[in-house]
């Protein structure tokens, strides 16, 4: 039986690679995962740049369409989730966030010999499965 659930692979780098990537998506220290992107036609982009964006869009359309946006919010202006969400990048594969799970594995396994390059700290799978996302704290609640 095929895996019913979408996956997403993000990777984990130094501060310093962090950094680049965030400043120059082309750079040349972050070469070898740009190779293996561009052959599973992929992209990256840091969890933090991410939030930002999401903040920025429910500040600029009104918050109250945009569930997530306290928490976001709160999020990014914490220091230490700040630091940890910029050193974290979510790979888009063909422009889409979620991907089937043969197209996850094979990512995976290009990606993983570059955790030796001192580029990559750590490699992560999530997948679309509600029963393993991030709860909502309840203080961000809708009721």
């Known amino acids: 039986m ?3 659930w979408k996956h997403q692979i993000r990777l984990y780098l130094t501060d ?12 040349e220290a972050i070469k070898p995962i740009n190779d293996v992107l561009a052959r599973h036609h992929a992209t990256m982009k840091s969890q933090f740049d991410a939030f930002a964006d999401y903040v920025r869009e429910a500040e600029r359309n009104g918050p109250d369409a ?35 799970k ?4 094979a ?7 570059l955790l030796s390059a001192a580029l990559i700290t750590r490699i992560s799978r999530h997948d679309s499965n509600p029963a ?3 709860p909502v704290p309840e203080k961000f609640r809708k009721t």
């Open 16 to 27: 310093a690679m962090s950094e680049t990537a965030r400043r120059d998506e082309r750079a």
């Open 66 to 100: 945009y569930p997530l946006y306290e928490w976001t919010k709160e999020t990014i202006a914490d220091p230490e989730k700040k630091a940890k969400h910029m050193r974290a990048f979510a790979i888009q594969v063909d422009g889409e966030v979620l991907y089937d």
């Open 102 to 105: 043969e197209v996850a594995d």
């Open 132 to 134: 393993n996302a991030v």
């Open 107 to 113: 990512l995976e396994a290009d990606l993983q010999p």
């Open 2 to 4: 095929a895996d019913q």
